[in-house]
């Protein structure tokens, strides 16, 4: 017998490109096409939280830029350094490069446990997220980490939301891992910014998975070390990243790859890419509408 249809959509992490994801929510609304449970990992668990609480695309991305836009967000300090918005000349990577020629970052890693203090992070996520629960959530919700701890994936589906997406947000060295029930848990994004596998945590019928991860920048110089660590941990992640992204049956992928996770400049730009992408799709995602099948999932010995 085959089971109802449950459609799960996944949303990977990529910074100011999660905005996108906006765009593609927007059009699964408009097409009748239902959310029955989601995953999302970085700012796709800020975001999938969002929509998990309050089921309403358009109005939570009319609150989501708005802030981005405010005077709050723009003269808070550590915003200005973390979420630069003038561009490509100055971003969060060459500020942390130029703090390396400083000493200043290099310093930090041998003394403390991260780059930044935890409440800088915590401040961001304590504006974007709601202090709610995971019983608070309208459809089922599941954000990834990582336990440094133990080398493991962990799915987090209860306690609290804003401390699960602070977990799946601290990218690990730049911020402090999250203590949740003796685990140290981090950003699992780093070595899966689709996490579709973790989807299979609802039975869903269908995957929709939407990839805003960086593309592989084929033009950019390789002069020094630390551009070709940076070019073969980007390759490496590449790889395992299409290794995820192939188990969904609909992939959905705004063309958003070349913009910095930390270039918040054109944030209208970003949600309608999400849209542009979703419509491309278009009759794939019409196509799981009344549809049921079974999936089946290899488990881990």
């Known amino acids: 017998m085959a089971r109802k249809e449950r459609t799960c959509i996944v949303l990977g992490g990529g910074g100011s490109r999660g905005l996108s994801h906006l765009g593609v929510l927007q059009v699964l609304e408009r097409e009748g ?51 630069r918005s003038e561009g490509a000349q100055t971003n969060f990577f060459k500020n942390i490069i130029s703090g390396i020629r400083k000493s200043y970052v290099f310093s930090n890693l041998l003394r403390k446990p991260s780059i930044f203090p935890a409440e800088h992070l915590e401040g961001v ?34 306690g609290s939301l804003r401390k699960a997406v602070l977990a799946s947000c601290s990218l690990p060295g730049f911020f402090p891992p999250v203590e949740i029930d003796g685990m140290l848990l981090a950003d699992a994004g780093v070595i899966g910014p689709v996490p579709v596998n973790a989807a299979k945590r609802f039975e869903p019928t269908a995957i929709i998975a939407v990839d805003i991860s960086s593309q592989i920048d084929q033009d950019m110089p390789i002069v020094r070390g630390l551009d070709a660590i940076l070019r073969v941990e980007a390759i490496a992640g590449r790889r395992m990243n299409e290794v995820e992204v192939s188990k969904a049956d609909v992939v959905i992928r705004p063309h958003v790859g070349k913009k910095y996770w930390s270039d918040f400049s054109d944030l209208d730009a970003i949600v309608t890419e999400g849209i542009l992408a979703a419509e491309e799709k278009i009759s794939e995602l019409r196509a799981l509408k009344g549809r049921s099948r079974f999936l089946f999932w290899k488990t881990s010995s």
């Open 125 to 158: 996520i304590a504006d974007l997220v709601p202090d709610k629960s995971f019983s608070d959530v309208v459809i089922p919700f599941a954000v990834p980490a990582l336990d440094i701890r133990s080398g493991r994936d962990v799915l987090l589906t209860q």
């Open 33 to 83: 096409i239902p959310v029955h449970s989601i995953v999302g990992t970085s700012v796709g668990a800020i975001v999938g939280a969002g929509y998990a609480l309050e089921p309403d695309a358009i109005g939570i991305t009319r609150r989501a830029l708005a802030y981005l836009k405010s005077a709050d967000f723009k003269n808070d300090t550590f915003k200005k350094v973390l979420l």
